[in-house]
């Protein structure tokens, strides 16, 4: 009786074991070129022995966010905020109804919006960005993302994630990769949902940074209060300096989709051994968007193309490539 | 023979489960508080079901490097890097003879010395500590960490560290902290040999930064250069601005030694739950330091120590909860 139930329990775990080890690990990919080039990257760094092995510690991978791990059209999302974040303050602030950036953004005037300058921008983001303490702040944007929808697809922007990137970050976590965000976003904005939406902890998101400073509350407890002072804007060379400043290693693989993620794909495949170096080319009109070298968001240029052909980044084609765009709806 | 195998199988299992559980993880310590707030700390942070439970995720500690993790006088070990730094790149700069302060340092000036302002200490960090790559920085650091050594103890700066304070940081490993270094040093300088001494990753050393700038070199590489502008000072309101840029969470316990590292254990401790705040009193003039509120290295004030009583911050004494001081020499 007792062998036969030994028998049967390694059965079992055969056949789990199988089943685990015969498991696509990235079924939203179909089976072409960029498929192929994960699964030999990690074979070859994962495999003791193999000249291309990496130590576990070594094992760093670095994402670019918007448009390369979430929709960034028609409008970064964290634009999106800013602007609702804007209205939602404005009963507070009469006075912006007569001063710009912020008028045009209470009469909606989407074209004035799209030729705000940088100075523009920075009066958005100091208003609806600092003065509050950094917990506060994500409670804002998780409020907002808990509530906000894409205007196209219909669903939570945190809906509106690429699958098979987080099947990618999965399974590169699965065999010992320290998965980062490296985004030219805001570093606070990111952390509010990265670790829900993508399993990316809050000390693993690089981000633009604003200086905090230190001081305490009127219960002369201490907080952090976000300033207006930009600190890095983690945005093509920003994105290795960022990477130094925060991993302080190179990464073994890169992952972006703009000439903004073009340096930090550079200084990844710059160092020894197997990288790998990958950029989501918007090519899907019909299920996400097309867009290219002449988009003001996401700008994939000509040059980018070029350097990617002759460096060897593979470039990752939404319509031929994946299976599925986003994961199913949470409701 | 099958079932006498099993069953000693089972005895030898459960023999070394049991030394491995009898053994003490705090072996160069003594049975005084000190360790044992550390390992009731530990067990009411890891034990399932208990109201102070900690997600794995959220595990972290934070620990000061100068006067924590290793010794910190006659003067900082980085200081004395930079000086002999100054040393030895004096010949292919003849003009520093009659400039100060490289003037006083080639005179090995002592007196002089101790009168630096801070603009002599910038001066001597900006020729000492940028111009170079990261990579380049760090193979100088490692070089002079390898041949130099400490005034009094004669051994390598790296064995100039606490076995009691790396004991704590395995333990914490153990069950599943990240243990982080967030030092007032530089972050390149601490990175070049923490996770060799420490087993403390580069991701995981918060320090003093400088800019970087990313350009190519002659052949075309990318590389990092170091600038000698400052980005963060990692010292006093800036460890908890440091922490909050590099890990995004507080810490569940705080690590420190002086009055620069009050802000660190403040917002530590300004958490919910069990979180453990300790500071190493050098009260050892015997086998290390004795060194408190007149001490213009790792100043210890009374007002820290009136805050620690109020606080319920725990000091330790290495003169009598530290059984040994150092590890043992490598030769």
């Given at each position: 009786?007792?062998?036969?139930?030994?028998?049967?329990?390694?059965?079992?775990?055969f056949?789990v074991?199988?089943?685990?080890?015969?498991?696509?690990p990235?079924?939203?990919?179909n089976?072409?070129?960029?498929?192929?080039?994960i699964?030999?990257f990690?074979?070859?760094?994962?495999?003791?022995?193999?000249?291309?092995f990496?130590?576990?510690?070594?094992?760093?991978a670095?994402?670019?966010n918007?448009?390369?791990?979430?929709?960034e059209?028609?409008?970064?999302?964290?634009?999106?905020?800013?602007?609702?974040?804007?209205i939602?303050l404005?009963?507070?602030?009469?006075?912006?109804?007569e001063?710009?950036?912020?008028?045009?953004?209470?009469?909606?005037?989407?074209?004035?919006?799209?030729?705000?300058?940088?100075?523009?921008?920075?009066?958005?983001?100091?208003?609806?960005?600092?003065?509050m303490?950094?917990?506060?702040?994500?409670?804002?944007?998780?409020k907002?993302l808990?509530?906000?929808?894409?205007?196209?697809?219909?669903?939570?922007?945190?809906?509106c994630?690429?699958q098979?990137?987080?099947?990618?970050?999965?399974?590169?976590?699965?065999?010992?990769?320290k998965?980062?965000?490296?985004?030219?976003?805001?570093?606070?904005?990111?952390?509010?949902?990265a670790?829900?939406?993508?399993?990316?902890?809050?000390?693993?998101v690089?981000?633009?940074?604003?200086?905090?400073?230190y001081?305490?509350?009127?219960?002369g407890?201490?907080e952090?209060i976000?300033?207006?002072?930009v600190l890095?804007?983690?945005?093509?060379?920003?994105?290795?300096?960022g990477?130094?400043?925060?991993i302080?290693?190179?990464?073994q693989g890169?992952?972006?989709?703009s000439?903004?993620?073009?340096?930090?794909?550079?200084?990844?495949?710059?160092?020894?051994?197997?990288?790998?170096?990958?950029?989501?080319?918007?090519?899907d009109?019909k299920?996400?968007?097309a867009?290219?070298?002449?988009?003001k968001?996401?700008?994939?240029?000509?040059?980018?193309?070029?350097?990617?052909?002759?460096?060897?980044?593979?470039?990752?084609?939404?319509?031929?490539?994946?299976?599925?765009?986003?994961?199913?709806?949470?409701?």
């Amino acid at each position: 009786m007792k062998a036969k139930f030994i028998t049967l329990a390694a059965a079992v775990a055969f056949c789990v074991a199988s089943i685990v080890c015969a498991q696509d690990p990235l079924p939203s990919w179909n089976e072409t070129a960029p498929k192929k080039a994960i699964i030999d990257f990690v074979e070859r760094v994962t495999k003791q022995g193999s000249p291309d092995f990496v130590q576990l510690n070594e094992r760093i991978a670095t994402f670019d966010n918007d448009g390369t791990l979430w929709v960034e059209q028609p409008i970064y999302t964290q634009v999106t905020f800013a602007i609702d974040q804007v209205i939602a303050l404005a009963p507070q602030h009469p006075e912006w109804r007569e001063v710009e950036p912020f008028k045009s953004i209470l009469a909606h005037d989407r074209e004035a919006m799209e030729r705000f300058s940088i100075q523009d921008f920075e009066k958005v983001v100091a208003v609806t960005h600092s003065g509050m303490s950094v917990p506060q702040f994500q409670e804002i944007v998780k409020k907002w993302l808990a509530e906000a929808k894409h205007p196209r697809f219909k669903r939570p922007y945190t809906e509106c994630v690429y699958q098979p990137m987080i099947e990618l970050m999965q399974y590169l976590r699965a065999n010992g990769f320290k998965t980062y965000i490296v985004t030219g976003g805001g570093q606070e904005f990111v952390r509010a949902f990265a670790e829900r939406v993508y399993g990316v902890p809050p000390e693993q998101v690089v981000g633009s940074m604003g200086k905090v400073k230190y001081q305490y509350d009127k219960n002369g407890r201490p907080e952090l209060i976000k300033l207006p002072e930009v600190l890095l804007i983690d945005d093509k060379t920003g994105k290795p300096e960022g990477i130094n400043m925060v991993i302080g290693r190179r990464p073994q693989g890169a992952f972006g989709n703009s000439t903004g993620d073009q340096q930090m794909l550079e200084y990844t495949g710059a160092g020894d051994g197997a990288r790998l170096m990958m950029l989501v080319h918007h090519d899907d009109a019909k299920r996400e968007y097309a867009y290219g070298a002449d988009s003001k968001i996401g700008t994939f240029s000509d040059a980018l193309m070029a350097e990617a052909k002759k460096k060897g980044w593979i470039v990752i084609s939404m319509k031929d490539d994946w299976k599925t765009i986003f994961p199913p709806s949470a409701k």
